[in-house]
């Protein structure tokens, strides 16, 4: 297949162009480079060294002979050219991971909400009318959230996209619907997620176009078959407070003698997936598109849930670290629980990749090696939801402040 | 209060603005005036003739004594100019109608589609952040529209904004909760409605923005008390495929001799409000604004639901028109039900003008006046939903072509 990765030069968008160029697909990377912007307007960096897209991509060449091209195209904000390229190209895949994805930095200022949710929802929807207007028939597979579905339960499982709910009618009998399951995302970002949803059901009911969405949780590791190849071909690795995720950075943390810095009573139950099975998802999701006429197939894509304080007490346990726990910057409710259906990807084949010290371990050496990379004061998460949330956050939770005064 | 209107120079918004600045209140229209701009984009113009927005300003003063104060921003771009706007004034609430709002416009071509939603959704959530960014505790009256809903119905009706529906538990008991509606918008503009939803869902219940959301039938009618004070008031009235809508394009056509243009069977059910009480429920919104912290208050903005046959029909009926059905260029159902709930406006004390001979009759008269300012190539409904349903449009229901050839 032809296929265009929207945001391949991100994360999950890296390794998910290997997985798959190694698989024999012809992969064209399209980015704006926005993540490595970001990095420099935050002040900082992946802990482990990238090289620029170019340099990976001939370095993968040299190591495998495949060719991966890159196109650096806004598609938020050029949308004529990127039009053009679709033209050109005629892809029979899209994956789209183009979109601002962390939810500190959504709620960091007034600007930052603004620019989280232009870009989003102009990436998505440009993405989309141009898809109708050119008559490509790519399968368009979104990496989406979680977080859409929202974490206050009511002892119900999280389906796959789509809740069985029963209606009352005007004569008193009640008729079974299935709906798309009523959204209650937690941050401006998540928020953009739940906006896709909408754009993504009108487009597939009014222009037939397929399209999959893969709900993903919070992604951890940081190797795969592929970025293990050559040093050169390494993932990005987030330790800071706006794009760092939560069992990463306990990793990180433990790794470089920080407290594991815990917000609220740590009673938030997440749903969790190794880097290595994100991109195998995003292969099986390929093979099984829906047809046209056909609602948006949703996946959830996560292989197991955990309760953050858990995590970190496991963390501690293993590497002898230190547990914090601090203000929580975030609006949410302290404590939750979280059943998630994943049957669709067991189905397709998925063999999880679950919680393995060895897996564990790996990623504190990739921490330990490049610890002088990282600028501890950048570790603290400190974007508050609320300006008063905002007022509470614990900016120093080593108490470096303190030492230095004594 | 003192009160912006944003998009205060439109259809429904000039009426308000007057409406409330004859029952005491300080208004500021807040406007791009882009519904201008389209006008001459499209070559259209108003069936009745308006002058300049500052001059409509002017002579309200002369005939009432009252200021309303006119600022050029523009809501979706100028996010900064907005926000130092609110600082300065500092508001007691704020109607927002700054949004693309006319169905066919919004599937025009793709460059319409990408127009509606980036100047859509940006306008809406600029607003809000910077509401929350300036501390600015106004309450906020969003126009929404019906179309929400959608128009497939399973014999339920559509309740305002919330359903109550069974989930079923782990356990297998079954508990009720009131979601809100799921939506099923059936064109890019009414997508932009249902994408505020969420928008607002979530100010609602992070910022604890105070919002309410009035989903508004298909507005009909064009004299309100305070327009009808001086020729020069006089409100904008569309005639053209784009921005007129269905009850008032009958009894414009009906006036010029025109067919009634019934797209498919017109068997689409819909819901309608006449623009004097359109204005009325605002402000009866204005007065009973949601607390902080509560969830979004949602109002069914309509008096009476009308299948578009029977409308054409009665029209043809009063005045002697002839009714043409013409091929659909939307995709919609054919035939469809409507049973909607409005019982908030009814209690806070509406008292609905329903379709009464001698308003309609006002409207023709009105439309013969202008007649001489309608181009008759205009009053055809051209954009089609999809490439394949605009090819099937007939251009020229008249029949002159054909005429003109023999």
Same mark, same amino acid.
């Given at each position: 297949?032809?296929?265009?990765?929207?945001?391949?030069?991100?994360?999950?968008?890296? #390794?998910?162009?290997?997985?798959?160029?190694?698989?024999?697909?012809?992969?064209?990377?399209?980015?704006?480079?926005?993540?490595?912007?970001?990095?420099?307007?935050?002040?900082?960096?992946?802990?482990?060294?990238?090289?620029?897209?170019?340099?990976?991509?001939?370095?993968?060449?040299?190591?495998?002979?495949?060719?991966?091209?890159?196109?650096?195209?806004?598609?938020?904000?050029?949308?004529?050219?990127?039009?053009?390229?679709?033209?050109?190209?005629?892809?029979?895949?899209?994956?789209?991971?183009?979109?601002?994805?962390?939810? #500190?930095?959504?709620?960091?200022?007034?600007?930052?909400?603004?620019?989280?949710?232009?870009?989003?929802?102009?990436?998505?929807?440009?993405?989309?009318?141009?898809?109708?207007?050119?008559?490509?028939?790519?399968?368009?597979?979104?990496?989406?959230?979680?977080?859409?579905?929202?974490?206050?339960?009511?002892?119900?499982?999280?389906?796959?996209?789509?809740?069985?709910?029963?209606?009352?009618?005007?004569?008193?009998?009640?008729?079974?619907?299935?709906?798309?399951?009523?959204?209650? #995302?937690?941050?401006?970002?998540?928020?953009?997620?739940?906006?896709?949803?909408?754009?993504?059901?009108?487009?597939?009911?009014?222009?037939?176009?397929?399209?999959?969405?893969?709900?993903?949780?919070?992604?951890?590791?940081?190797?795969?078959?592929?970025?293990?190849?050559?040093?050169?071909?390494?993932?990005?690795?987030?330790?800071?407070?706006?794009?760092?995720?939560?069992?990463?950075?306990?990793?990180?943390?433990?790794?470089?003698?920080?407290?594991?810095?815990?917000?609220?009573?740590?009673?938030?139950?997440?749903?969790?997936?190794?880097?290595?099975?994100?991109?195998?998802?995003?292969?099986?999701?390929?093979?099984?598109?829906?047809?046209?006429?056909?609602?948006?197939?949703?996946?959830?894509?996560?292989?197991?849930?955990?309760?953050?304080?858990?995590?970190?007490?496991?963390?501690?346990?293993?590497?002898?670290?230190?547990?914090?726990?601090?203000?929580?910057?975030?609006?949410?409710?302290?404590?939750?629980?979280?059943?998630?259906?994943?049957?669709?990807?067991?189905?397709?084949?998925?063999?999880?990749?679950?919680?393995?010290?060895?897996?564990?371990?790996?990623?504190?050496?990739?921490?330990?090696?490049?610890?002088?990379?990282?600028?501890?004061?950048?570790?603290?998460?400190?974007?508050?939801?609320?300006?008063?949330?905002?007022?509470?956050?614990?900016?120093?939770?080593?108490?470096?402040?303190?030492?230095?005064?004594?």
């Amino acid at each position: 297949m032809r296929i265009a990765v929207l945001g391949g030069d991100g994360f999950v968008g890296w #390794p998910t162009v290997l997985h798959l160029s190694e698989a024999g697909h012809e992969v064209h990377i399209i980015d704006n480079l926005s993540r490595r912007w970001i990095d420099t307007e935050l002040g900082v960096q992946s802990l482990t060294p990238m090289d620029s897209v170019q340099e990976r991509c001939r370095i993968w060449h040299e190591v495998t002979g495949r060719r991966i091209h890159f196109h650096l195209i806004d598609v938020a904000k050029d949308y004529e050219i990127f039009k053009a390229w679709l033209t050109g190209h005629r892809p029979d895949a899209i994956i789209h991971f183009a979109e601002q994805r962390a939810a #500190p930095y959504s709620m960091k200022t007034d600007r930052h909400k603004v620019y989280t949710v232009n870009n989003n929802v102009s990436a998505t929807h440009n993405v989309l009318a141009a898809m109708v207007e050119t008559g490509v028939d790519a399968h368009l597979v979104h990496l989406g959230t979680m977080g859409v579905y929202g974490y206050s339960t009511i002892g119900a499982a999280i389906p796959e996209g789509y809740l069985p709910v029963d209606i009352e009618r005007l004569d008193g009998q009640k008729v079974e619907q299935e709906i798309l399951y009523p959204t209650r #995302p937690g941050s401006v970002y998540h928020m953009t997620k739940s906006l896709d949803q909408i754009l993504f059901q009108f487009y597939a009911q009014n222009d037939g176009l397929r399209i999959t969405d893969l709900h993903q949780g919070i992604v951890w590791g940081t190797h795969t078959d592929q970025t293990r190849r050559h040093a050169q071909l390494i993932n990005r690795f987030d330790y800071d407070g706006d794009y760092g995720t939560v069992l990463n950075r306990f990793l990180i943390q433990a790794a470089i003698g920080y407290p594991l810095t815990v917000h609220g009573t740590g009673g938030q139950t997440r749903a969790f997936i190794h880097v290595q099975d994100s991109v195998r998802c995003i292969e099986l999701a390929l093979g099984d598109a829906p047809a046209r006429g056909e609602r948006v197939k949703i996946f959830n894509q996560m292989t197991e849930t955990h309760r953050v304080r858990d995590l970190a007490e496991m963390i501690a346990k293993m590497t002898g670290a230190k547990v914090s726990y601090l203000p929580n910057p975030r609006k949410e409710a302290a404590e939750n629980e979280l059943i998630v259906k994943n049957d669709q990807f067991l189905e397709l084949g998925l063999n999880p990749t679950t919680l393995a010290e060895g897996l564990l371990e790996e990623v504190v050496e990739v921490a330990k090696k490049f610890a002088h990379r990282v600028d501890r004061s950048r570790v603290p998460a400190v974007s508050g939801w609320t300006k008063e949330l905002g007022a509470r956050v614990d900016r120093d939770p080593e108490g470096k402040a303190l030492r230095e005064v004594s």
